[in-house]
């Protein structure tokens, strides 16, 4: 063993600026691979638990049918029974009831089709910490004071906090809903849209208006390890009667948000594709080299004892080698850039950042340092670099000592 | 005793346009223990007969027997095998691994049968001592003359212990010193240690040495006589 590694090694060497291109484009291959899918993972995990805490949470409980019809009426009782299931749940970091209706809002001549979100202030705090985005006035405090409004809407009513809102709608089975409440708060969310949709009520002002007492429109769910989520909605729904609640993961509720994902996941893994080709053309065409080059030498060493099998092994480790020093130097050289990058993200301006507060996230790209991303990245070099070999690794197993002696 | 038995070789050649009759019908014993020259013109098939007896090319026709052992009927992989434990192969041109040393290159069959190190050890020491280069031990080959390859590359044969050692015009390119060194070299060995050698070459010095000498003449042997030394 010790044998194969030195002459594998020493092989490498013969012909230095060759093995040396080689290895920086392994080497530039994984340090782009990495950097590529680190910003693109963190981005999404950005993305997903920005989307997550200001909607729906990982994971939304609702009474069934909520998900296709999205009327007060389909809402339910959160009773002991499903406090009881959260509770004995070990993944739910955080549970927050919303009681959600639409209703017309108007102050002066002006009215406009908003949102009503009834909320219990501390819990909502606790899952995407609204009362930081109050740029005028303050958070709501308790169950009896007035409304949070998102700045967009306020502009557009011409409010400003103290002022009163009218709100008018359906309530719970048809009931008229309709009730005035002050503007307690002003606030601003990167998201234009919520700012152009969101009241916040309390949960109790919100029952009220909608004439629906101790009635729920969804709970949503925050998770302490967001990568067992899909088993926790297992756990959930083998809990639940599935004839009286539906539990949906934030794919499922928030589709626009996957597909922006999963799109530009795939645009990202045709990018590193390509990348793969062209690099393992380039280990290809230096093993290739490598192996032809040394024709007799094999020949040789065959002629004196050795088998073609170790001979193989020999071509491997030269292979091995290749690829583990530029996976290790491009790990080492995107590592600390990474860390850098994920503790100051890189602002995102432009056009593109239009889209990402469209689609409600902070215009940023933090990095990821997830450890899969450079276990994944050096485990596809190093079968691309293992692929790579086989053709060199076929010939040895076949050529002509005879002829390659005479050369 | 008789340990390489030749019955009857023929080898052709049919890769080109016209087939090449290189050896045509060669009966031959060689006992253990002999110093034997296989002489002859360029292209006569020395060549191709040591080739033959070392497994590295099959006869189209005739057997070969070393040791009792019909080699035409060992796979590619105990051939090679067979070689590493028994033959010691020298070569025209020195044919020395580059990116080894000239003490690892001596020990590269040695640690392909997995001998003990301190063995290794000892037989580079007695070797280099014999062919004068103590001092090259942790030369690279690149950095040797082509005298000095060669006997290394002779070292590298006789290292193992081998029973049998086939050298095609190992002297070929050499000057008279180390032609001398190591034809005085083998000869110990085969006194010694009882290998049996086959040459071929067209180095009068060579045949001075040897005891028996094969005349081949296209293919086939012409002459073959003991010269009584
Ligand atoms: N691979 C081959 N293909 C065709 N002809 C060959 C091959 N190897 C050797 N020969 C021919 O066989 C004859 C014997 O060659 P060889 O054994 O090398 O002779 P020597 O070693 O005595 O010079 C020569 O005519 C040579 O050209
Ligand atoms: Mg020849």
New interface residues.
């Given amino acids: 063993m010790r044998q194969y590694l030195k002459l594998s090694w020493r092989n490498l060497w013969r012909n230095k600026r060759r093995t040396l291109i080689t290895v920086a484009s392994v080497f530039l291959a994984v340090l782009l691979a990495v950097c590529m899918r680190s910003l693109q993972k963190g981005t999404y995990a950005n993305m997903t638990s920005n989307a997550v805490r200001f909607s729906t949470g990982y994971i939304q409980i609702h009474a069934k049918g909520y998900q296709d019809n999205r009327s007060i009426n389909n809402s339910f009782e959160k009773g002991e029974m499903l406090d009881s299931v959260l509770t004995a749940n070990s993944n739910v970091s955080l549970s927050v009831p919303r009681l959600e209706s639409f209703v017309l809002a108007s102050s002066g001549n002006h009215t406009k089709g908003v949102q009503v979100t009834g909320i219990i202030p501390e819990l909502e705090n606790k899952m995407n910490n609204i009362s930081g985005r109050v740029t005028d006035g303050h958070y709501l405090t308790d169950g009896y004071d007035g409304l949070l409004v998102g700045d967009g809407i306020a502009n557009y009513l011409g409010l400003r906090v103290g002022d009163t809102m009218v709100l008018l709608g359906q309530g719970y089975h048809g009931i008229t809903a309709a009730a005035q409440f002050p503007v307690t708060g002003i606030f601003h969310f990167p998201d234009g849209r919520m700012n152009n949709a969101l009241v916040y009520l309390s949960l109790h002002n919100a029952r009220n208006l909608f004439a629906a007492p101790d009635l729920t429109t969804s709970m949503s769910l925050l998770l302490h390890d967001p990568a067992r989520q899909q088993a926790t909605v297992e756990q959930l729904r083998q809990a639940l009667d599935s004839n009286q609640w539906e539990v949906l993961n934030w794919q499922t509720l928030n589709k626009e948000l996957t597909q922006e994902i999963a799109g530009d996941n795939a645009g990202g893994i045709i990018m590193l594709f390509i990348l793969y080709v062209v690099i393992a053309f380039g280990v290809f065409g230096t093993m290739l080299m490598m192996t032809m080059e040394r024709s007799k030498e094999f020949a040789v060493m065959i002629a004196i004892g050795m088998r073609r099998s170790q001979l193989a092994i020999l071509l491997f480790f030269e292979t091995v080698f290749i690829g583990l020093l530029g996976i290790s130097s491009g790990v080492a050289v995107a590592l600390p850039v990474l860390l850098y990058f994920k503790i100051n993200p890189v602002k995102i301006t432009g056009t593109a950042a239009e889209m990402f507060i469209q689609f409600g996230l902070e215009p940023i790209m933090p990095a990821s340092l997830d450890p899969y991303i450079f276990v994944n990245q050096g485990i596809t070099v190093f079968l691309i670099s293992f692929a790579a070999s086989i053709y060199p690794l076929m010939y040895i197993g076949r050529f002509k000592i005879l002829g390659a002696l005479k050369k | 005793m008789t340990v390489i038995e030749l019955d009857d070789i023929y080898k052709t050649y049919t890769e080109s346009v016209v087939p090449v009759h290189a050896v045509n019908g060669v009966s031959v014993g060689i006992d253990k223990g002999e110093f034997t020259a296989i002489v002859g013109p360029s292209g006569c098939g020395k060549t191709t007969l040591l080739?033959m007896i070392?497994g590295?090319?099959a006869p189209t026709k005739g057997k070969i027997r070393i040791e009792g052992e019909d080699i035409s009927r060992l796979s590619?992989?105990q051939l090679?095998?067979f070689?590493?434990?028994n033959?010691?192969?020298v070569?025209q041109a020195y044919?020395l691994?580059?990116?080894?040393t000239v003490r690892e290159n001596i020990r590269?069959?040695m640690?392909?049968?997995h001998r003990d190190s301190k063995e290794m050890q000892q037989r580079v020491e007695y070797l280099l001592e014999k062919l004068d280069m103590k001092d090259k031990l942790n030369v690279r080959p690149k950095y040797l003359s082509g005298g000095q390859q060669q006997r290394v590359a002779v070292a590298?044969?006789l290292a193992s212990h081998p029973k049998f050692v086939l050298a095609d015009e190992p002297t070929a390119n050499l000057d008279s010193h180390a032609t001398e060194v190591l034809l005085e070299l083998m000869a110990t060995m085969n006194k010694e240690e009882e290998m049996t050698f086959i040459f071929s070459t067209h180095d009068q010095r060579v045949m001075d040495k040897a005891r028996r000498i094969i005349t081949l003449e296209d293919g086939k042997v012409v002459g073959d006589a003991k010269t009584g030394i």
């Fill in positions: 080739n070392g590295l090319d590619d992989k090679v095998d070689r590493l434990h033959i010691g192969f070569f044919n691994i580059p990116v080894l590269f069959i640690e392909l049968e590298r044969a």
